[in-house]
């Protein structure tokens, strides 16, 4: 809350208007109120006596609040109130607008039916409210009596239609000059090459506060850093807006982040490039105009990097690098990102950060690595707040406590609802002594032994589905995502798999066990379409041990099932075996000690590859269909469609 009875008017407005003075050209015509103003250094006018005050609230019928009758016992009134509003009322100038406007009816037409009380009110202050503003630019400033504090201090709100945003509010009189102040720095510190140079004691300060602020972000004081840069940012000098927005991605925030002149600058365009075109490749749609903005005054090989940029991270195949001892630490996390131990990787890149080069004393902190497709989804803002914690870039601090892994181990929580509820069924292979890659030579036929490039599983599947030219409701051809499985395992799932079907499924246990030994799980045991059901099968050398399956609210075996995997003991007593789900997956991650990344599955991007199918092929007798795409449109094929899957 401000003080505003402590506030000292006369030596803000001073200040104000000097400023203002100096800040116009020797040369520049301008009215005499203005010239006048200019040479007299003050922008206000005589004070006003506590009677003409009192006359005032006399015929508005109303006490004004104590900010504004402090000002007007400096000033009765004041020229250039930010750069739109050119004369502010004083005593005699200000009057209930009383929806002079018809601006009331304006707001109350895009009221809701269910509009609350809070939204009636803003509409209402056209009717209401005490307008200030005598000459502007189409800008409104009203005072609310109906939104006071409780210091009888009322809220002001201004307005302007050009600027296609709502009513802007100040907490009271002292904050809306303060801002209009501050908008006067901003739009002065931009000005043309023909104005003077804007530097003045408040100039200087700010730039002090802006070189304290990018060494204390280096030390890891971000937070004390980021007050300072959102300060100077208001008043529109120069890198504070850069600097603070680097602070700002590392926290997930992305509205309004452009990295300022930073950005254009070649010494710095090769790391925040990748975040900026990155958001923009996510909301663009491919309409790159909306690039030019964040771009103005670039040269041209910044901007050609910024295309080439934007080519690669919307192709999937931007891959962030860095100089030294950091940059080895990027591939080697790469590397653990890539095969599902996201926590490892951020592990290693976090370990790294004392090591990090700045490309510039403007470089705060490494950025491109969040556009990277594959080390993107490391950063959540708890963790972008460890790395800006983490001193850095030559300087001495104390290094944060490490924030907790996002991985809860195990499987068990494959039970848990992910964010949509999709993940009502899934499946995985898992496969001891095999590395990731060599999975699809194990699951897969011809060209389906090579990986995609990483990727989310959404946009595989979308990827997969347009390149497919046949479909047939027999196959059953799994996209399945690549990783590791904890030590000595990999494993390949399935987050979204087709209907389980019993009479036709056949395990790839057997032929992924191939002198090894290897695990299949498929659980819909949360279905609600389809009765639930639950497959496990473990083989070894291309020889099935033992399996079990839970279907149809029965369970059939085969082979030595251990104690610990007996289906008995989850589903004896257990009516429609969704309860089962939880232990069962405690059960398989602990006898053969694996695990599952939560993090890299549901957030991240894996290898890919699709399987052969895991359905028996149709026999005699049996019904399907086959549809093939064709550019007038599907045609089917290959047998008569009898309105169902086949038996199951």
Same mark, same amino acid.
């Given at each position: 809350?401000?003080?505003?009875?402590?506030?000292?008017?006369?030596?803000?407005?001073?200040?104000?208007?000097?400023?203002?003075? &100096?800040?116009?050209?020797?040369?520049?015509?301008?009215?005499?109120? &203005? @010239?006048?103003?200019?040479?007299?250094?003050?922008?206000?006018?005589?004070?006003?006596?506590?009677? +003409?005050?009192?006359?005032?609230?006399?015929?508005?019928?109303?006490?004004?609040?104590?900010?504004?009758? @402090?000002?007007?016992?400096?000033?009765?009134?004041?020229? *250039?109130?930010? /750069?739109?509003?050119?004369?502010?009322?004083?005593?005699?100038?200000?009057?209930?607008?009383?929806?002079?406007?018809?601006?009331?009816?304006?707001?109350?037409?895009?009221?809701?039916?269910?509009?609350?009380?809070?939204?009636?009110?803003?509409?209402?202050?056209?009717?209401?409210?005490?307008?200030?503003?005598?000459?502007?630019?189409?800008?409104?400033?009203?005072?609310?009596?109906?939104?006071?504090?409780?210091?009888?201090?009322?809220?002001?709100?201004?307005? $302007?239609?050009?600027?296609?945003?709502?009513?802007?509010?100040?907490?009271? !009189?002292?904050?809306?000059?303060?801002?209009?102040?501050?908008?006067?720095?901003?739009?002065?510190?931009?000005?043309?090459?023909?104005?003077?140079?804007?530097?003045?004691?408040?100039?200087?300060?700010?730039?002090?506060?802006?070189?304290?602020?990018?060494?204390?972000?280096?030390?890891?004081?971000?937070?004390?850093?980021?007050? $300072?840069?959102?300060?100077?940012? #208001?008043?529109?000098?120069?890198?504070?807006?850069?600097?603070?927005?680097?602070?700002?991605?590392?926290?997930?925030?992305?509205?309004?982040?452009?990295?300022?002149?930073?950005?254009?600058?070649?010494?710095?365009?090769?790391?925040?490039?990748?975040?900026?075109?990155?958001?923009?490749?996510?909301?663009?749609?491919?309409?790159?105009?909306?690039?030019?903005?964040?771009?103005?005054?670039?040269?041209?090989?910044?901007?050609?990097?910024?295309?080439?940029?934007?080519?690669?991270?919307?192709?999937?195949?931007?891959?962030?690098?860095?100089? %030294?001892?950091?940059?080895?630490?990027?591939?080697?996390?790469?590397?653990?990102?890539?095969?599902?131990?996201?926590?490892?990787?951020?592990?290693?890149?976090?370990?790294? =950060?004392?090591?990090?080069?700045?490309? %510039?004393?403007?470089?705060? /902190?490494?950025?491109?690595?969040?556009?990277?497709?594959?080390?993107?989804?490391?950063?959540?803002? #708890?963790?972008?707040?460890?790395?800006?914690?983490?001193?850095?870039?030559?300087? /001495?601090?104390?290094?944060?406590?490490?924030?907790?892994?996002?991985?809860?181990?195990?499987?068990?929580?494959?039970?848990?609802?992910?964010?949509?509820?999709?993940?009502?069924?899934?499946?995985?292979?898992?496969?001891?002594?095999?590395?990731?890659?060599?999975?699809?030579?194990?699951? $897969?036929?011809?060209?389906?032994?090579?990986?995609?490039?990483?990727?989310?599983?959404?946009?595989?599947?979308?990827?997969?589905?347009?390149? +497919?030219?046949?479909?047939?409701?027999?196959?059953?051809?799994?996209?399945?995502?690549?990783?590791?499985?904890?030590?000595?395992?990999?494993?390949?799932?399935?987050?979204?798999?087709?209907?389980?079907?019993?009479?036709? !499924?056949?395990?790839?246990?057997?032929?992924?066990?191939?002198?090894?030994?290897?695990?299949?799980?498929?659980?819909?045991?949360?279905?609600?379409?389809?009765?639930?059901?639950? *497959?496990?099968?473990?083989?070894?050398?291309?020889?099935?041990?033992?399996?079990?399956?839970?279907?149809?609210?029965? =369970?059939?075996?085969?082979?030595?099932?251990?104690?610990?995997?007996?289906?008995?003991?989850?589903?004896?007593?257990?009516?429609?075996?969704?309860? /089962?789900? +939880?232990?069962?997956?405690?059960?398989?991650?602990?006898?053969?000690?694996?695990?599952?990344?939560?993090?890299?599955?549901?957030?991240?991007?894996?290898?890919?590859?699709?399987?052969?199918?895991?359905?028996?092929?149709?026999?005699?007798?049996?019904?399907?269909?086959?549809?093939?795409?064709?550019?007038?449109?599907?045609?089917?094929?290959?047998? #008569?469609?009898?309105?169902?899957?086949?038996?199951?």
């Amino acid at each position: 809350m401000t003080d505003t009875t402590a506030f000292d008017w006369r030596s803000f407005l001073l200040r104000w208007s000097g400023e203002w003075a &100096d800040s116009l050209p020797e040369d520049e015509t301008r009215g005499g109120d &203005d @010239e006048t103003a200019r040479r007299a250094r003050w922008l206000g006018f005589p004070p006003a006596s506590e009677e +003409r005050i009192a006359a005032m609230e006399e015929r508005l019928g109303r006490r004004m609040p104590p900010s504004y009758r @402090e000002f007007l016992k400096v000033s009765d009134g004041w020229r *250039h109130a930010g /750069a739109f509003v050119w004369l502010l009322a004083g005593t005699e100038g200000a009057h209930w607008h009383n929806n002079e406007s018809e601006l009331a009816d304006l707001f109350e037409e895009y009221l809701d039916e269910d509009a609350g009380p809070e939204e009636r009110l803003e509409a209402d202050i056209w009717r209401r409210g005490l307008q200030l503003d005598v000459e502007s630019d189409v800008t409104h400033v009203l005072m609310d009596p109906g939104d006071v504090d409780e210091d009888g201090e009322w809220a002001v709100y201004t307005w $302007a239609s050009w600027r296609a945003e709502p009513p802007e509010r100040h907490a009271n !009189f002292v904050e809306f000059m303060r801002d209009m102040y501050r908008e006067f720095h901003s739009l002065s510190a931009h000005g043309s090459d023909e104005e003077p140079v804007f530097v003045n004691d408040t100039t200087e300060r700010l730039d002090s506060l802006v070189e304290e602020a990018r060494s204390e972000a280096l030390r890891g004081a971000w937070e004390r850093a980021g007050k $300072a840069l959102d300060e100077a940012k #208001e008043y529109g000098r120069p890198r504070a807006a850069g600097l603070g927005d680097q602070i700002r991605r590392l926290l997930g925030q992305t509205y309004m982040v452009h990295f300022e002149d930073l950005v254009t600058d070649p010494r710095y365009a090769p790391d925040l490039l990748p975040p900026l075109v990155a958001e923009h490749a996510a909301h663009s749609y491919r309409d790159d105009s909306a690039l030019t903005f964040p771009l103005r005054g670039a040269g041209d090989a910044v901007v050609s990097l910024a295309h080439t940029t934007l080519d690669q991270v919307r192709n999937g195949t931007y891959r962030y690098t860095a100089a %030294g001892p950091f940059g080895e630490a990027v591939e080697r996390a790469r590397e653990l990102a890539r095969w599902g131990d996201t926590d490892g990787a951020w592990r290693t890149l976090r370990n790294a =950060v004392p090591l990090w080069e700045p490309l %510039g004393p403007d470089h705060l /902190a490494p950025l491109g690595w969040v556009a990277d497709p594959v080390l993107g989804p490391l950063l959540t803002p #708890e963790r972008g707040r460890e790395l800006l914690s983490t001193p850095r870039g030559g300087q /001495a601090g104390e290094a944060p406590s490490p924030t907790a892994g996002l991985d809860p181990g195990g499987l068990a929580w494959l039970a848990e609802p992910d964010p949509g509820d999709n993940r009502t069924s899934y499946r995985f292979v898992l496969v001891e002594g095999a590395e990731p890659e060599e999975l699809p030579g194990r699951l $897969a036929d011809g060209d389906g032994t090579v990986l995609n490039e990483p990727m989310t599983f959404w946009e595989a599947r979308n990827r997969s589905l347009r390149d +497919r030219s046949e479909f047939s409701s027999y196959d059953d051809r799994a996209l399945m995502a690549v990783g590791r499985a904890g030590t000595g395992w990999s494993f390949a799932f399935d987050g979204a798999p087709a209907p389980f079907h019993r009479q036709r !499924f056949v395990s790839p246990a057997e032929a992924a066990s191939a002198g090894t030994r290897a695990v299949v799980v498929w659980s819909g045991l949360r279905t609600s379409h389809r009765e639930p059901f639950f *497959h496990l099968s473990v083989a070894r050398d291309g020889t099935e041990q033992y399996a079990f399956t839970y279907a149809d609210g029965e =369970v059939r075996s085969s082979g030595e099932i251990p104690r610990a995997l007996d289906p008995s003991r989850f589903f004896g007593d257990v009516e429609n075996g969704a309860g /089962a789900e +939880r232990p069962l997956l405690e059960a398989v991650a602990g006898e053969f000690r694996v695990c599952l990344p939560r993090h890299a599955l549901v957030e991240g991007r894996l290898h890919t590859f699709a399987t052969r199918s895991w359905t028996r092929p149709p026999a005699d007798g049996e019904t399907y269909m086959v549809i093939r795409m064709h550019p007038g449109g599907p045609r089917p094929a290959g047998g #008569e469609w009898s309105g169902d899957d086949g038996p199951r």
